[in-house]
């Protein structure tokens, strides 16, 4: 069962205990996700960490599990918002300074976080966060993501389903089969007919079309010590996130960037030893 924590606004969190020796590793996922991508990676990081997994604000274990669900939902999908949902795991943790890994959103949420509360972090190690700078233009973000997004589908016979049918094509047919199931076994919530994603595609959507671009010059206040990693897809048009992850390095006033060419976006449910090591390395050096 995870832990539900309460962010600023009363919404609700979900925070895993994933366990391990040492001290706290929170890890945030990317939109749409939930704490179960990191299921491939936390194996190797359970020697040095005790690993928390976060589902931030309508994604995971966060939903009801009920099969009363609306469509889409009136939580407030503000980036500042998201900065709060990890607030309030830092502070069910112990209170920091803590050590932060982060996918996209999941990113993307510790620098809004960080530029606002720096004390609460150690480091922080962040795979393709997804924040854009203000010479993007006002659309951070292709406008298909948020049409793919909603036309997903959210419904399945099983979870066992889910897998098959996920599985079979991009992005997950790439994936590590255990990090895909345990995404589904977190992600979905039982209906009358079978199984339903928790983070509802039309949520998914409007997340991708609520971030705003973003001042770099501010980048520089976070001094905490990170990494930027980010997979070999910058060349792709559609490929937002790995072509600003070195911007974002350079801004972050004491990072370092590193890629992984041979991953996507989806690089820490891909390969978790390579994304384990990583992180790991990152962490060490800050002792």
């Not at 919404?11 to 996700?33: R, S």
């Not at 098959?164 to 590590?176: G, Q």
């Not at 009358?192 to 509802?200: A, P, Q, Y």
């Not at 006033?253 to 992180?279: N, Q, W, Y």
Request: aromatic letters at 8%; charged letters at 20%.
């Amino acid at each position: 069962m995870a832990r539900i924590v309460t962010s600023a606004d009363g919404e609700p969190v979900a925070l895993h205990d994933f366990g391990g020796d040492g001290p706290p590793l929170l890890m945030g996922h990317g939109n749409g996700l939930n704490a179960g991508m990191w299921a491939a990676v936390v194996p190797h990081l359970q020697s040095r960490f005790r690993c928390w997994g976060i589902d931030l604000r309508g994604h995971g274990a966060t939903r009801p599990a009920t099969s009363d669900h609306p469509a889409t939902s009136d939580y407030s999908v503000a980036r500042d918002r998201f900065a709060e949902d990890v607030f309030a795991c830092v502070e069910a943790v112990g209170g920091g300074p803590v050590c932060y890994a982060g996918h996209s959103l999941g990113g993307a949420s510790v620098v809004y976080a960080a530029l606002r509360r720096p004390e609460l972090f150690r480091g922080l190690w962040l795979f393709e966060p997804v924040v854009v700078p203000t010479t993007f233009g006002e659309r951070p973000l292709p406008s298909f993501l948020i049409e793919a997004s909603r036309r997903r589908r959210a419904d399945f016979d099983s979870v066992d389903d889910a897998v098959a049918r996920l599985s079979s094509k991009p992005p997950f047919s790439a994936c590590d089969p255990v990090a895909v199931r345990a995404y589904l076994e977190i992600g979905t919530y039982p209906t009358e007919t079978g199984v339903r994603l928790s983070c509802h595609p039309d949520d998914e959507a409007r997340v991708f079309g609520s971030g705003e671009p973003v001042d770099f010059t501010r980048l520089a206040a976070i001094t905490v010590p990170s990494v930027v990693v980010a997979g070999g897809e910058a060349a792709e048009a559609h490929a937002v996130p790995a072509q600003v992850a070195p911007l974002i390095a350079e801004a972050l006033g004491r990072c370092h960037f590193e890629l992984h060419p041979t991953l996507s976006h989806f690089g820490p449910m891909e390969d978790g030893a390579a994304v384990a090591a990583s992180i790991l390395a990152h962490f060490e050096a800050l002792s």
